[in-house]
């Protein structure tokens, strides 16, 4: 990658970790309603995995997806509009956070059920195969996806039909409160792939550069007509689950521990050291990155909700008259 790409990743990590820190303003302050999951310190994986992917390829993600819908070209006011519950949103207004979407774009969801994207993305990659289309599904889920009866029989068939899928766990190491460790019977989830004949490796996930390098291998892997592959990527989430959460589990060692680890900062310093960012290119990109976010919650904030007519007629397809 030359230093525009690099620098790009930089600025998509850098507005990525903007944009939610305003998400969790706007929720304090009531603008954002329901439910609100961040991906605050994950950032190196849904930017360094999409940015590298193809723009017709396909991305199925979870109710943690913000960043995800972002990279693959929502644009950020659209994002922001859909979690304020307003008609300018991507879905309207009528998914909010867990239900960002884009048919035009291959984004399919934002899914708000645990493992509930896998057996989509295997739909997908059946129908890429059977079109001849040399398209490729990334398919997002946390650790705690893996322990759910979908996550096997997903892996199952996506193997008997040799699909086009990249299967990407961001092990953010817990599943609520629970750590991935107490749940799984093996200490890597990578190693579950292993039961399905599915090639995996676990990938340091606060490393985006690691993480491009591996996801450019799994695509090309699965785009010349290969079958699945799996990536586990190790990472950290530095909020509570949803905006409901305390998170009181974790421990302040821990949190230094992986704090120290943050992939923004890591990569800021590869960057310094390759003198291809310096102080002032990095106000520079953090204040571009400020104006984008101002920007979007201007947009939202300007823009209206549906009528509630119009909510029934997107809702039911037909009216029903009760007696
Ligand atoms: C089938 C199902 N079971 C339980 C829940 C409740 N639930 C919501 S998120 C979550 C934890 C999932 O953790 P993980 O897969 O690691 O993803 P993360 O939230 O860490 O990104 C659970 C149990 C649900 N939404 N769907
Ligand atoms: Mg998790």
């Known amino acids: 990658m030359d230093r525009d790409e690099l620098l790009k990743l930089y600025y998509l990590m850098v507005l990525s970790r903007r ?34 992917s193809e723009k017709g390829d396909h ?51 934002g899914y708000g059920i645990v493992a509930q994207g896998l057996p989509v993305a295997v739909g997908i990659g059946y129908a890429l195969k059977y079109k001849g289309l ?28 040799n699909l086009p899928i990249v299967f990407i766990c961001e092990n953010n190491q817990y599943a609520i409160g629970t750590h991935y460790r107490d749940v799984s019977a093996v200490e890597e989830i990578y190693k579950r792939a292993c039961a399905h004949n599915i090639p995996s490796e676990r990938v340091d996930g606060m490393d985006i550069l690691k993480v491009v390098e591996r996801t450019k291998f799994a695509l090309e892997w699965a785009r010349e007509g290969r079958g699945p592959y799996f990536l586990e990527f190790l990472t950290y989430r530095y909020k ?46 953090k204040a571009k990155a400020e104006r984008e976010v101002k920007e979007a919650v201007e947009f939202a904030r300007s823009c ?18 009760l007696s």
Not at 134 to 161: H, I, M, P, Q, R
Not at 304 to 321: A, C, R
Request: charged share 30%.
């Open 304 to 321: 209206q909700e549906l009528s509630f007519e119009e909510m029934e007629s997107l809702i039911y397809s037909e009216k029903v008259e």
């Open 240 to 285: 509570g689950h949803s905006m409901a959460d305390p998170y009181k589990y974790k421990s302040e060692a821990e949190f230094e521990l992986w704090k120290r680890r943050d992939p923004i900062k890591r990569f800021e310093k590869f960057l310094e050291e390759k003198n291809f960012l310096d102080e002032s290119l990095k106000e520079q990109i």
């Open 134 to 161: 040399g398209e490729v599904v990334l398919c997002f889920f946390g650790d705690g996806a893996t322990n759910n009866g979908s996550f096997y029989e997903s892996l199952n068939l996506a193997k008997v039909f």
């Open 59 to 109: 991305v199925v993600a979870t109710y943690r997806e913000h960043i995800h819908a972002i990279v693959k070209g929502i644009p950020p006011k659209v994002v922001m509009a859909e979690l304020l519950g307003k008609r300018c949103g991507c879905s309207k207004g009528l998914g909010g956070s867990m239900h960002l979407f884009s048919k035009e774009l291959n984004f399919w969801g």
């Open 19 to 52: 944009f939610e820190e305003e998400c969790e303003e706007l929720y304090k302050l009531g603008e954002i309603g329901g439910y609100l999951h961040l991906g605050i310190g994950q950032e190196a994986i849904p930017v360094g995995t999409i940015s590298v």
